[in-house]
């Protein structure tokens, strides 16, 4: 084997333990950090633990929304089948409504709250968030047309 | 009228399109000197027609004509003119045509300037030309601009309120600018292995430099757009869309650096090619995942599945066809040129590992989820954390040994020498530290180091400056630029560790207390806009006990659109933002208020802005120097001579 040959191989052999390390980084990041998304039922059913930080999305329930002291609310999130109360303190994006598509991030607490860090419902009124579309055509109260 | 004019210069800038695709790769061959006439004066009318067809589209805007479906669907009279105007691209349709015009600029640019020999020119224009036509078809089949509408409506739909915004109407030509230029150095680049000649890196410097620029200052745009728009205070949210466009940039920045090296000592012939090949690529995915609406963002216009198949179809055919080719071609080109270990080409080649790296973090981390979505229905996101963890710390690895760039020389560097004059880079950086330690807390392992590095990264600048002190304006644009880089650090870096956020419902005459700054709330007015309105919260800002300022974020709703969205108001200076944002009304006259004092939040854009102009200062100096080696790069100009 040559010199150059040599020099070559070691160049490669470098660029496969860099490229093996990126790989188990970038899959480590990913185990660590991905969030799930559930509808109300998906959390009945599956008995989400508590702690564990997901997406829930849904239509916030008609009637259910309760203003607390300082910039808490309280609410329910349903997917037509199933609702499972919300906490949040902050300010509620421009388009929270009751009867509209929200989406929010946080985590169950011990007594089956979800407690949102962030709610999110999209800027645009005739939009639907499509994992909530297709949660309530899961459920199976999905009508075409909805805005 | 103007529609059928529209559209009649599309179906012209089509065919030119094709002809200019098919004279400029026939024009490739030695003799064809009638193919690379063909071929300029085709690139010259098809800039002509689709400035035509884009001039025909914004008059329509302007005076809205909504007997055309696009201008009915976006458009609304009350809207102000700058916003009718940028109306033009702020839908599917019009963006599309953006693309094109941006792209047809730059064909008719590269037979502007005629950098490289001619055949390499001529090849460039020839993909560029198979570009243009494909994207044509696209526009004239699945999203045409000038569909007409009868009867036509009285008025039309309007423009998200979010886009209606001088910020936004800039944002997307100058990404635009960015995405499209990375055609050109792709054209020469296909274009090189068509011909074999080796001087594409030099003729395709100045594009690749344009590019570059504009996608940092189309980054900058968009990040300070989210900044003050959303109201959340934060500059970058690794969403999808802001990731669709670092992607390019980084490569685009690995490829001003590795062609640099080819360019100079002969190294990375054939990396550079491909590393112009996928900084077009990412451009495409780029605007496939954008404008497809496989995202749902304010930017995913397209919801027609059509439409997403045929930029699918377009990709994979772009960067199939240029992979294939480079398969097929890259191994007759002369290999690239050996270096010491100890070299510019070393810090080079480092640079391009960790900047493809980064690369790759965020292209898995934002396709991850559609790929996961597409296989099972599992539907998951990757948020900050994940960047956090593999994003931050390549890019910091990297910034590490950007100051030693410059002190090597190409082929055979002295490194102990290098470290030694970066001595006072070294205690610039121990300064900063300190001086973080000392003043500033909360204290913070982050912070400290990110100013560490800053000042690392200044210091190293200053010393590359002192090294060159009397050269031309153009040496110093690698220093300028990453200074900048530095800039920008500190301005994340401050932001992130010492902002701090104050969230409370108010009534009228209630103060409370954000930062160094105490507000009080005076209430909320009526305001009518132009086509909004408004509840404008007033708010009085102490400094030190006085009266400094009032403020007045505003809460605004558009009628037409039936959207309702945040004006915040943002006080600055220079070093420091006081940040406010009127949210929701909770009855009885209170409404909830946030405010945020964001230290160095100003610097992240500075930052921006100073990298955008080491840039400028570089292809300044290109394009003032007339290349002494033109002649001898163009032995096709000799043969036509003779």
């Not at chain 2, 959340?232 to 390019?248: H, R, T």
């Not at chain 2, 220079?574 to 009855?587: F, H, I, Q, V």
Request: hydrophobic share 50%; net charge positive; glycine share 10%.
């Amino acid at each position: 084997m040559n010199a150059k040959k040599k020099r070559r191989l070691a160049f490669a052999a470098c660029l496969l333990a860099v490229g093996c390390i990126l790989a188990a980084v970038i899959v480590y990041g990913l185990g660590q950090n991905t969030m799930y998304f559930r509808s109300p039922s998906d959390v009945a059913a599956k008995e989400v633990s508590q702690g564990v930080a997901f997406r829930l999305g849904g239509l916030v329930e008609k009637g259910s929304l309760r203003h607390g002291s300082g910039a808490d609310v309280r609410f329910r999130v349903t997917d037509g089948a199933t609702s499972i109360p919300a906490d949040y303190s902050g300010v509620l994006p421009a388009l929270f409504r009751e009867g509209q598509g929200v989406v929010a991030t946080g985590a169950l607490n011990s007594s089956g709250t979800f407690v949102a860090s962030e709610v999110l419902a999209k800027h645009d009124e005739k939009y639907m968030p499509p994992e909530v579309v297709e949660a309530l055509k899961r459920s199976g109260r999905w009508r075409e047309g909805t805005k | 009228m103007t529609g059928e004019l529209g559209q009649l210069s599309l179906c012209f800038a089509l065919a030119l399109a094709l002809v200019m695709a098919l004279s400029g790769l026939l024009g490739t061959r030695p003799s064809a000197i009638v193919a690379r006439k063909i071929a300029s004066s085709s690139a010259m009318g098809l800039l002509v027609f689709v400035a035509l067809a884009f001039g025909c589209l914004t008059y329509a805007f302007v005076v809205s004509d909504f007997s055309i479906l696009d201008v009915a669907n976006n458009s609304h009279t009350l809207k102000p003119l700058v916003y009718k105007i940028s109306g033009v691209w702020a839908n599917h349709e019009g963006s599309m045509l953006l693309w094109v015009l941006v792209l047809s600029l730059y064909a008719a640019l590269v037979c502007a300037l005629k950098r490289g020999g001619e055949r390499l020119t001529s090849g460039a224009l020839g993909i560029q030309g198979l570009l243009a036509a494909a994207f044509l078809l696209f526009i004239l089949f699945t999203s045409n601009p000038f569909l007409r509408l009868d009867p036509a409506p009285f008025e039309g739909a309007g423009l998200n309120p979010l886009l209606q915004d001088p910020g936004l109407a800039m944002h997307p030509p100058m990404l635009y600018a960015g995405y499209v230029g990375l055609s050109a150095s792709f054209a020469y680049a296909a274009s090189a292995l068509l011909v074999g000649e080796e001087g594409w890196a030099r003729a395709a410097r100045p594009f690749m430099l344009i590019a570059w620029m504009a996608l940092t200052c189309g980054i900058a745009l968009g990040s300070w757009w989210a900044y003050y728009e959303l109201g959340w205070g934060g500059f970058w949210f690794w969403d999808p869309v802001e990731n669709a466009s670092l992607m390019p940039w980084l490569i685009a920045t690995a490829l001003l650096h590795s062609a640099l090296a080819t360019e100079k000592s002969g190294a990375f012939r054939t990396w550079s090619l491909l590393l112009a090949i996928a900084g077009f690529s990412l451009s495409l995915i780029g605007t496939f995942l954008v404008r497809s609406g496989v995202l749902s963002s304010v930017h995913a216009f397209a919801s027609d599945p059509t439409r997403g198949f045929f930029i699918m179809v377009l990709i994979v055919l772009a960067i199939g066809g240029a992979l294939a080719l480079f398969a097929w071609r890259a191994p007759t080109l002369q290999g690239g040129a050996a270096f010491e270990p100890a070299s510019r080409e070393t810090a080079i080649l480092l640079n391009n590992v960790f900047l493809v790296a980064s690369c790759a973090c965020v292209f898995v981390g934002t396709l991850y989820p559609l790929l996961l979505d597409a296989i099972n229905g599992t539907k998951i996101s990757v948020g900050p954390p994940y960047y956090a963890l593999t994003f931050a710390p390549i890019f910091f690895a990297l910034l590490l040994l950007v100051p030693f760039g410059p002190k090597l020389s190409w082929k055979r560097g002295d490194l102990k020498a290098a470290w030694r004059s970066l001595f006072p880079a070294l205690g610039l950086a121990a300064v900063a530290a300190l001086t973080v330690l000392a003043l500033v807390s909360p204290r913070g392992l982050a912070a400290t180091g990110a100013f560490a590095m800053a000042g690392w990264l200044i210091g190293g600048s200053l010393v590359d400056i002192r090294n060159r002190k009397g050269a031309r304006a153009s040496a110093f644009a690698a220093a300028i630029a990453h200074g900048g880089l530095a800039i920008t650090l500190m301005g994340v870096a401050g932001t992130t560790a010492w902002r701090s956020e104050t969230l409370a419902v108010v009534a009228k005459g209630q103060t409370i207390t954000v930062g160094p700054y105490l507000l009080r709330f005076d209430g909320v007015t009526r305001e009518q806009g132009p086509n909004y309105i408004a509840d404008r919260g007033h708010i009085a800002v102490m400094d030190d006990g006085k009266p400094a300022a009032v403020l007045l974020p505003e809460h605004r709703f558009y009628p037409a659109e039936g959207q309702d969205m945040n004006d915040t108001a943002i006080r600055t200076n220079g070093w420091r933002d006081l940040y406010l944002a009127l949210g929701d009304d909770r009855g009885g006259g209170r409404f909830t208020l946030r405010a945020y004092v964001s230290p160095l939040a100003p610097l992240i854009w500075l930052g921006g802005l100073v990298m955008a102009l080491g840039g400028f200062l570089s292809l300044w100096g290109r394009l003032r120097v007339k290349e002494p080696e033109k002649k001898a790069a163009e032995p096709g100009v000799a043969i036509a001579a003779e």
